[in-house]
């Protein structure tokens, strides 16, 4: 399942950040940010938990991007 997120992201590295973190989060399968359009495509692993993995995905991309946002 694919699902689109609003995010409010200060620059193209850091969305470039957000997108390798939420990558590397347990139950995504892929991740793709636009800077542009401050969407974040996230494609979820089969049988994953979509609010518990979108709240992993920003706890990462707090990590690397302490003042992100995602809207869901």
Known sequence: MKK???IEVDC???AQKME???QKTEGV???VVNFMALKMTVEFEEGADVKETMQRVLKNCRKVESD???EF
Request: charged letters at 35%; glycine letters at 0%; aromatic letters at 6%.
């Open 12 to 14: 193209a590295n850091c």
């Open 68 to 70: 992100c946002e995602i």
């Open 29 to 31: 399968k892929d991740a």
């Open 20 to 22: 390798d973190a939420a």
């Open 4 to 6: 689109s997120y609003k």
